[in-house]
């Protein structure tokens, strides 16, 4: 594996930052592992670097705040666009987010591309009654903006708006990957195809076949996020939210996570 001081990318101009964000103090000490691979990265590309903790939500409009009381996710969906606007009026040329629970496996493939904005990569790989599926969308775990850009002051209205006029359950996703991939269908968004995630099923996979000769079958879900994949993956997002110490069906614990990130930073290679 290459190290992090041989990292590029091809934005190389300009004052750039990288932003990550948790509530502190940390649930669990994978996800340390997880900061520290982006804090290198950040480091190896010359990204200022900015960790934040729940200070993230004190930008929120008291309004949204009240209405996301009981979903943080989507509390964060619309303040880490808050804090990449505040960024980039604060003079960065360009803004990359990456959720804490993001591990960067292969720092040389991370490349940023030169483009106004750009989104993340989702292949969700689950069971279904005949085998498995793969839903491919995008993602806002991994989100670059640079200034100037066409698409993150509309994000910011359109997330704020769909939050004050929902009535009703709110879904974690609703504002985030829901309703992305949603215009994504409809516009095509730059993608960073890299910028991976991944699903219980695939991290399953990894698991229960690590060290292991696999052969055809013996690995249905990572399979099948190979075959969907257009790029082997860079940084995979870990989905913390799927994380649980009571392990109930489609959820992950702590240690089997902890594995999972000694596993892929040991072999980057396993997801493709």
């Known amino acids: 594996m290459l190290t992090m001081s041989e990292a590029p990318s091809k934005l190389r101009h300009g004052r750039r ?7 502190q103090p940390l649930p669990w000490p994978w996800l340390e592992n997880c900061l520290a691979t982006v804090r290198g990265w950040a480091e190896a590309n010359d990204f200022d670097y900015r960790f934040v903790d729940d200070a993230l939500f004190e930008t929120l409009p008291s ?3 009240r209405k996301t009381r009981e979903r943080p996710v989507v509390a964060s969906d619309l303040a880490r666009l808050l804090a990449i606007r505040e960024a980039l009026a604060a003079g960065y040329d360009a803004v990359v987010w990456m959720d804490a629970d993001s591990l960067v496996i292969d ?10 904005y750009a989104l993340g990569r989702e292949v969700w790989v689950q069971p279904e009654s005949r085998g498995y599926r793969a839903r491919v969308k995008v993602h806002n775990a991994f989100l670059l903006f640079q200034a100037g850009n066409p698409f993150l002051d509309f994000y910011i209205h359109a997330a704020d708006r ?11 996703q609703l ?21 991976a995630m991944l699903s219980p099923a695939v991290a399953g996979d990894l698991l229960a076949n690590a060290g292991s000769d696999l052969g ?11 075959a969907r ?16 110490n009571r392990g109930g069906l489609g959820e992950l614990s702590p240690g089997e996570v902890a594995d999972l990130v000694d596993l892929l930073l040991a072999e980057p290679t396993l997801l493709g």
């Open 175 to 195: 504002v985030g990957p829901k309703l992305l991939t949603v215009l994504h269908n409809i516009i095509a968004f730059p993608v960073v195809e890299e910028a």
């Open 162 to 172: 769909i939050i004050r006029r929902h009535d009703g359950t709110m879904v974690p």
């Open 63 to 65: 309004e949204v705040r």
């Open 216 to 226: 055809a079958g013996a690995s249905p879900a990572l399979d099948l996020f190979r």
């Open 107 to 116: 720092p040389w493939r991370l490349q940023i591309p030169d483009v106004p």
């Open 229 to 244: 994949c257009v790029a082997a993956p860079a940084v995979v997002n870990l989905c913390g939210s799927l994380v649980s």
């Open 17 to 23: 930052l990288v932003i990550q964000s948790h509530r």
